[in-house]
Structures are given as C-alpha cells and as structure tokens.
C-alpha cells in the first residue's frame, strides 16, 4: 500500500521560508517522479513544482511560472523523502500544499499525471 505523508505547514510571515517533507512509502522512491499541488478555498489545485524519475545521478524539476526562484524542489532518496523549500513566501501562497507521486517518465505537471496523494499539510502565509 503507497502512503504519502507531508509535514512541514504551517503559519509564517510574507517574505519568510518554510520546509515541506513528503515521506514515501510502498513505493520504489528512485523509480518515483514526486510533485507538489497546492489548493486554495475555491480554487482548482494547481500545479507547483516536480521533481522527475532519476537518470543516473540527474534529477530534473519543474517550476509552475508564480513559484519560480523562489521554491526548490529537491529529494532523498536513501530516506524515501522529497522536499519543498519555499523562500520568499507571500500571501498568494497560502493554500494546502499536497505531494503526489507519479510513474510517467518525464515531465509530470498536471493532477492527471499523478496517481497517489498525500492529505495534504496547510500553509499560511500573512501579510
């Protein structure tokens, strides 16, 4: 059974940093292509960063356009665990913040890209 569980939300004031975790389990983690979504009130989950399959000792991410130099998306793979750090946080990030898992082999952007999902960790940032 996979099982996704993010940590790391929280409360934290515009231009300040949080760390998100995704722990995996039930899954062979390198063999695993790992995004964050985030979901406000109202809003259709969108897509934040993701970090592809390996090849070799390359891993490549992708950045939605509005969390650009400011989010690094990264992973551990001896721990089964992938990261989110946010810098530069701003009201416009408040949402919750889910990890996903995928098995597609490349670029993995959108929800229908993933199959499993973490329950979410909630981030608030204020102004």
């Known amino acids: 059974q996979v099982q996704l569980v993010e940590s790391g939300g929280g409360l934290v004031q515009a231009g300040g940093s949080l760390r998100l975790s995704c722990v995996v389990s039930?899954?062979?983690?390198?063999?695993?292509?790992m995004g964050w979504f985030r979901q406000a009130p109202g809003k259709e989950r969108e897509f934040v960063a993701a970090?592809?399959?390996?090849?070799?000792?390359?891993?490549?991410?992708d950045y939605a356009d509005s969390v650009q130099g400011r989010f690094t998306i990264s992973r551990d793979n001896a721990k089964n665990t992938g990261y989110l750090q946010m810098n530069g946080l701003k009201p416009e990030d408040k949402a919750a913040y889910y990890c996903a898992g995928s098995v597609v082999d490349g670029p993995a952007v959108s929800v229908k890209d993933y199959r499993d999902w973490g329950q979410g960790t909630q981030v608030t940032v204020s102004s």
């Open positions: 970090i592809r399959r390996s090849r070799g000792s390359t891993y490549y991410a």
């Open positions: 039930g899954r062979t983690f390198s063999r695993y292509a």
